[in-house]
Nanobody, 124 residues
Framework: QVQLVESGGGLVQAGGSLRLSCAAS????????VGWFRQAPGKEREFVAA????????YYADSVKGRFTISRDNARDTVYLQMNSLKSEDTAVYYC?????????????????WGQGTQVTVSS
């Protein structure tokens, strides 16, 4: 299976920025769409952003639209999530996920392979 490793999380002040990375450590995910999800303590996992296999399509949750940007570098087998204007409500563990779809989807159960997550904490 595809193995994913997230990195780039940390502590940031409200209004600040972070750039998360999701890299394939096993089989490539270049053939699949990739999504970012997040989960705060006591809450359900929610969709953040997704990018298609071809990079031609992106999709964002309304809560992050205009602030977050998803991109991918297939040559490096890496997907990025640039997070700007961070808010305290963005605090969560962020997960990347992939496979088997090639087009964007916001539904977690559509993704077969998941990383272990990276913590993002935004202080007020």
């Amino acid at each position: 299976q595809v193995q994913l490793v997230e990195s780039g999380g940390g502590l940031v002040q409200a209004g600040g920025s972070l750039r998360l990375s999701c890299a394939a450590s096993g089989r490539t995910f270049r053939g699949y769409a990739v999504g970012w999800f997040r989960q705060a303590p006591g809450k359900e996992r929610e969709f953040v952003a997704a990018i298609s296999r071809s990079t031609s399509s992106t999709y964002y949750a309304d809560s992050v639209k205009g602030r977050f940007t998803i991109s991918r570098d297939n040559a490096r087998d890496t997907v990025y999530l640039q997070m700007n204007s961070l808010k305290s409500e963005d605090t969560a563990v962020y997960y990347c996920a992939t496979g088997p779809r090639t087009g964007v989807t916001s539904t977690a159960r559509e993704y077969d392979f998941w990383g272990q997550g990276t913590q993002v904490t935004v202080s007020s």
